[in-house]
T-cell receptor, first 114, second 114 residues
Framework: EPEVTQTPSHQVTQMGQEVILRCVPI?????FYWYRQILGQKVEFLVS????????KSEIFDDQFSVERPDGSNFTLKIRSTKLEDSAMYFC????????????FGPGTRLTVL | AQSVTQPDIHITVSEGASLELRCNYS??????LFWYVQSPGQGLQLLLK??????LVQGIKGFEAEFKRSQSSFNLRKPSVHWSDAAEYFC????????????FGSGTQLTVLP
């Protein structure tokens, strides 16, 4: 069964460093998402991406965040200058086109900012 | 803004007992409704979804949920719990018309006693 994959599974970085989290969505999916879950808190929407542009973003997704689909298979989330509060589990999700569909989630990348 | 409430942070049941996890939502119109499960170290797996039609929906692993418009609820049920059902369960909503931005509840941690 096709699945969403994410790399790395765990990333440790120093505050102020840039990180790139990578996702490979399911191949025939057209909608892509990033969510995050700070330890002990809710899963929160960050951004959705369709047709090579951001379609929606939350207030969390500020100028330090960016997303890209560089090569038609990968979908990346970049955090330019990490802060301690960026420590969280980041989930990628994808969805096929059409109204009555659901998002499929990857296993997540745990980001730890020291 | 839409919101999702899962009033039970933690539920403990004995193996073989029945289970009901509560979910209430606040939304202007009937949203799309989902239940996801997260096992330790795993991503979010979709258990079931409601878009329209029959208000009792069947999902994977023997789970079902009932949409009650009058109560703005979408409670998850299972008649006989297995030890492998121990996990965290998240209710989520999305605007009807397209399952785009998901809003998650805070989750219910399920413990299953032998």
């Amino acid at each position: 069964e096709p699945e969403v994959t994410q790399t790395p599974s765990h990333q440790v970085t120093q505050m102020g460093q840039e990180v790139i989290l990578r996702c490979v969505p399911i191949s025939n999916h057209l909608y892509f998402y990033w969510y995050r879950q700070i330890l002990g808190q809710k899963v929160e929407f960050l951004v959705s991406f369709y047709n090579n542009e951001i379609s929606e973003k939350s207030e969390i997704f500020d100028d330090q965040f960016s997303v890209e689909r560089p090569d038609g298979s990968n979908f990346t989330l970049k955090i330019r200058s990490t802060k301690l509060e960026d420590s969280a589990m980041y989930f990628c999700a994808s969805m096929v086109a059409g109204a009555y569909n659901e998002q499929f989630f990857g296993p997540g990348t745990r980001l730890t900012v020291l | 803004a839409q919101s999702v409430t899962q009033p039970d942070i933690h539920i403990t049941v004995s193996e073989g007992a029945s289970l009901e996890l509560r979910c209430n939502y606040s939304y202007g119109a009937t949203p799309y409704l989902f239940w996801y499960v997260q096992s330790p170290g795993q991503g979010l797996q979709l258990l079931l979804k409601y878009f329209s039609g029959d208000t009792l929906v069947q999902g994977i692993k023997g789970f079902e949920a009932e949409f009650k418009r009058s109560q703005s609820s979408f409670n998850l049920r299972k008649p006989s719990v297995h030890w492998s059902d121990a996990a965290e369960y998240f209710c989520a909503v999305a605007p009807s018309g397209s399952a785009r931005q998901l809003t998650f509840g805070s989750g219910t941690q399920l413990t299953v006693l032998p």
